[in-house]
């Protein structure tokens, strides 16, 4: 499959392409368990094998898949033919920023491979972990996993050759139960990746998961008479599993490179940055570095190498508060410096990516993270506040379509007075403006704050693209957020 593949690439470079290339996914296993009050609920797997050709004539693409190995000749005339179609249409000439070339496999380190042990065992370790998440006063305990197994084989006319066996393991617990108000509360939590870890089943039998239950029900109970979050401007402390949807939605989105050239505005919409911003903009307090690092080998964002067959970076966003990079592949880092008039971006940031064989890859993110800071433990930041608000797990959110604000409900609250934790909170809201929010952090957890969750269906492109990806965070503190509005 190989050769033929290669002289696939080859004839259609004869042709006049000025770049080819293809993603041949020889193995493209999903798997789906979920438990519903101890009791299987669904179950799903699927294979979803096939290769996408994308070929670049005259400075505009074209695009082919199937399903059926056997078609390469055809699909790669159609790629061919829909890219000299297009070249007349388009107004300015797609071009790539150089990479290096890679001959290399990359394997995603695992333990347990989830698709080598048998059914029965998987859905037994799930209703167990879902009978200790039962109580009689809830309306709704699950659990469910989901599991990828990818074989990628990547060619270019540029003379890459990169073979990647990915895996990834996701899963998660939701329970909720009737408050004494008649309001549904709820808890849900998704399985942490520690990224010196491995992936496999043994983080769905690890602490970290299964060991969450007690907590959750124990929260949960304590939501169902809990009093409400008053509204109120005071500091914010947020803990990791809401960080990384902090981190997701007002840095991760508001960064894609192709989002501030323009291109999602008619779906997913655009970005408050500007290519002028690079290297200038006050991007959030001293406190603050982010970055989009795909190096971490614990985590669906790392994958070795991206669907430009670029090498797996670790990227620096902004730094100390200065906004000095973006999620970027070839085609965006070109056009960016070309409308720019000068380089802003030196490389591709190896962030092109697709969901699945028969679709374009696009600017996408690997793992954007937050670096640890040096204001302490967790007890330590809770004992800093004098008056303030602690909370956790997303209920729901609305961002601005250019990420310049946002309004976020969680599941979680707790009141800070006097840097002692008070009782748990329901229907905590916090809103704000993106840039004025990030200015006003002031507080960052040392390490042994920090977490990696994991998102499952991250939501982008036309014809949509979910994507999964991480974000490793710690607890941050915000001074004067609106509470509750
Ligand atoms: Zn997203």
Redesign the pocket.
């Known amino acids: 499959m190989k050769n033929k593949a290669q002289q696939m690439i080859d004839r259609i470079m004869n042709s006049g392409a000025t770049y080819a290339d293809i993603r041949l996914h020889l193995v493209d296993q999903t798997e789906h368990i979920s438990i519903m009050k101890d009791t299987l609920d669904n179950y799903s797997c699927q294979n979803k094998v096939g290769f996408g050709i994308r070929v670049l004539y005259n400075g505009a693409w074209g695009f082919a898949s199937s399903e059926k190995l056997d078609l390469l000749d055809q699909m790669a005339n159609k790629a061919l033919s829909n890219a000299k179609a297009s070249s007349t249409f388009i107004k300015n000439k797609i071009t790539l920023a150089p990479k290096n070339i890679h001959k290399a496999t990359y394997i995603t380190p695992r333990k347990i491979n989830p698709f080598e042990i048998n059914l029965d065992e998987k859905i037994n370790e799930l209703v167990k972990i879902s009978k200790s998440l039962s109580h009689p006063s809830f309306e709704i305990w699950n659990v469910s996993s989901a599991f990828y197994n990818r074989k990628i084989l990547f060619l270019d006319s540029e003379g890459s050759e990169i073979e990647k066996n990915l895996l990834e393991v996701n899963g998660s617990l939701f329970l909720n139960a009737k408050d004494k108000d008649s309001q549904i509360q709820r808890r849900h939590y998704t399985l942490p990746h520690d990224p010196k870890g491995t992936t496999g089943f043994e983080s769905i039998l690890s602490n970290e998961f299964s060991g969450q239950a007690e907590t959750l029900k124990s929260q949960l109970l304590q939501l169902v008479v809990a009093d409400e979050a008053k509204a109120e401007v005071c500091d914010l402390l947020i803990l990791p599993e809401m960080m990384a949807l902090q981190t997701?939605?007002t840095i991760?989105?508001a960064l894609e490179l192709d989002r501030i050239l323009g291109y999602e505005l008619s779906y997913a919409g655009g970005s408050h940055v500007t290519l002028n911003d690079f290297g200038k903009k006050q991007f959030g307090s001293k406190k603050l570095t982010a970055r989009a690092d795909a190096t971490n080998a614990n985590s669906p964002g790392s994958t070795g190498f991206d669907d430009d067959g670029v090498e797996a970076q670790n990227t620096t966003l902004i730094d100390q508060g200065i906004l000095v990079g973006a999620i970027t592949s070839r085609q965006m880092v070109a056009e960016a410096n070309q409308l720019h008039g000068k380089e802003i971006f030196k490389k591709s940031g190896g962030c092109s990516r697709s969901e699945s064989y028969n679709r374009m890859p696009i600017d996408r993110m690997t793992n954007i993270n937050i670096d640890a800071g040096n204001d302490g433990n967790l007890e330590d930041l809770i004992s800093s506040i004098e008056d303030g608000i602690m909370v956790d797990s997303a209920k729901s959110w609305s961002i601005g379509s250019n990420r310049e604000n946002f309004h976020f409900a969680t599941e979680v609250a707790w009141k800070i007075k006097n840097g002692k934790k008070g009782p748990l909170l329901k229907n905590a809201t916090y809103r704000a403006d993106s840039m004025p929010f990030w200015n006003s952090l002031i507080k960052v957890g040392n390490a042994s704050t920090c977490k990696q969750h994991v998102?499952f269906t991250?939501?982008?492109g036309q014809p949509n693209q979910a994507m999964r990806l991480g974000h490793h965070v710690p607890v941050c503190v915000f001074n004067n957020v609106q509470i509750g509005k």
Do not use: V
């Open positions: 997701h939605e991760g989105h998102f991250c939501g982008k």
